[in-house]
Structure formats: C-alpha cells, structure tokens
C-alpha cells in the first residue's frame, strides 16, 4: 500500500514492473479531476515554462520522498529513462493499431507524468490483455484525416502541417482525433481543455 495514494494529488499508478532488483511504479493523471488540480497550481499560474513538467517533478518528488523512493521523470536525461518500454513491460500499456501506445485506463490518452524508483520488489498488480483485441471497428485506424499514424511510424511533419490549417484547428483545440476515437480514450474522463494544452505545446516545438 502506497502512503500517501497518488490519487491525493490527482495521479495515479498506471503500471508497476520490477528492473534489477528495484520496483517502478509508474504515475499518470486520474481523471476526471487532474486538470483543475493543475491549472489551480502555482506552476500553471507563474507564466513560467514548463508548468507541467514543474508541477509534476514537486508532487511526484513529494511522493517519492513519502514513500522513501527516487522520483524519475521523462525529461531526465540525456540517458532519458525509458519509459515507453518501462510501460510495455509492466502489462499495461501496448503498441496501438496507430503505432501509439495505448493503456487499458487511459486508452491512447495515456500520459506518464513521472515514476518512482523503490529499492525492493514489490507485488506487481494483476494485469489483463490489449483492450484493442476486443475493439471491433478500431477506429483510430481511420480516423486521421491526413493519414499522418500508423503502424509504419509517425509522420510528424504532416502532423504539425495539418495543425496548421483550419481543418486542423480540430485536432489543436479539442486534441488528436485519432486519440479521441478511441472508446478506451473517449471513457478516460480527460478535459479538451487539457488535450489543447498538450497539442499546442507540441505544436510549438
């Protein structure tokens, strides 16, 4: 049992495996509730940069600190820690029919804020198969308008061309369709709001 829970600061565990000999528990947003919790931060108000990547180093750093653990965050680096593969192995998160990954909670709107480091081996938590196996109609597949993801990789400059115009402005204002149609994504309870958020920072990069 983790104390404090992760949901008191609106995260939660999106994964736990074990790499040599410590335990990794994997931390993403719980929703519905994480964006009003970060959009009333102090990060988010400063006009600073990263506010999200600020926010998430205090609180998960908070949490790392109670659990007597070591915070790790995706922008560490270089080495970056490897989060994508940390995912896959934790039987939670797996390649999608677009090539993203995909998480049995968050469908493709999975997002790792960071993770915790704890000396030991935990018990892992009981984990089931891709929810994409039972989805009929995959409707991510067909749903980008500029055919920018599949299986092949990702087309990022298409991506960011489509942003660009105004049939574009859907994906950069409500967040990636082929995310949204998702049924697992669509039930995840994540605000537009948010989705913009990350859309435009992407675009800007």
Same mark, same amino acid.
């Given at each position: 049992?983790?104390?404090?829970?992760?949901?008191?600061?609106?995260?939660? %565990?999106?994964?736990? +495996?074990?790499d040599?000999?410590?335990?990794?528990?994997l !931390?993403?947003?719980?929703?519905?509730?994480?964006?009003?919790?970060?959009s @009333?931060?102090?990060?988010?108000?400063?006009d600073?940069?990263?506010?999200?990547?600020?926010?998430?180093?205090?609180v998960? $750093?908070? !949490?790392?600190? @109670?659990?007597?653990?070591?915070a %790790?965050? *995706?922008?560490?680096?270089?080495p970056? *820690?490897?989060?994508? @593969?940390?995912?896959?192995?934790?039987g939670?998160?797996?390649?999608?029919p677009?090539?993203?990954?995909?998480?049995?909670?968050?469908? &493709?709107? %999975?997002s790792?804020r $960071? /993770?915790v480091? &704890?000396? $030991? %081996?935990m018990n &892992?938590l009981?984990?089931?198969?891709?929810?994409?196996?039972?989805?009929?109609?995959? *409707?991510?597949r067909?749903? #980008?308008p500029?055919? /920018? +993801?599949? *299986?092949?990789?990702?087309?990022? /400059?298409?991506c960011?061309?489509? &942003?660009?115009?105004s049939?574009?402005?859907n994906?950069l204002?409500?967040? #990636?369709? @082929?995310r949204? /149609?998702?049924? !697992?994504?669509a039930s995840? $309870?994540?605000?537009?709001?948010?989705?913009?958020?990350?859309?435009?920072?992407?675009?800007?990069?």
């Amino acid at each position: 049992m983790l104390d404090p829970t992760p949901e008191s600061a609106q995260l939660e %565990v999106f994964g736990i +495996l074990h790499d040599a000999g410590d335990t990794i528990v994997l !931390l993403g947003p719980h929703e519905p509730g994480f964006w009003a919790e970060f959009s @009333a931060s102090p990060e988010y108000l400063d006009d600073a940069p990263d506010p999200l990547d600020r926010w998430s180093k205090r609180v998960i $750093g908070a !949490l790392a600190a @109670a659990w007597g653990g070591m915070a %790790v965050f *995706p922008s560490d680096g270089p080495p970056y *820690p490897p989060f994508l @593969a940390w995912a896959q192995a934790s039987g939670r998160a797996w390649s999608s029919p677009v090539g993203m990954l995909v998480h049995d909670r968050a469908g &493709l709107m %999975v997002s790792y804020r $960071g /993770a915790v480091r &704890l000396a $030991g %081996v935990m018990n &892992l938590l009981e984990t089931g198969g891709i929810p994409c196996t039972d989805c009929a109609d995959t *409707p991510c597949r067909t749903a #980008c308008p500029v055919d /920018a +993801l599949s *299986p092949r990789g990702y087309d990022v /400059a298409t991506c960011h061309a489509h &942003l660009d115009t105004s049939e574009g402005q859907n994906c950069l204002t409500q967040g #990636c369709v @082929a995310r949204r /149609a998702c049924p !697992l994504s669509a039930s995840y $309870g994540r605000l537009p709001v948010q989705s913009e958020f990350h859309m435009k920072a992407f675009h800007q990069t």
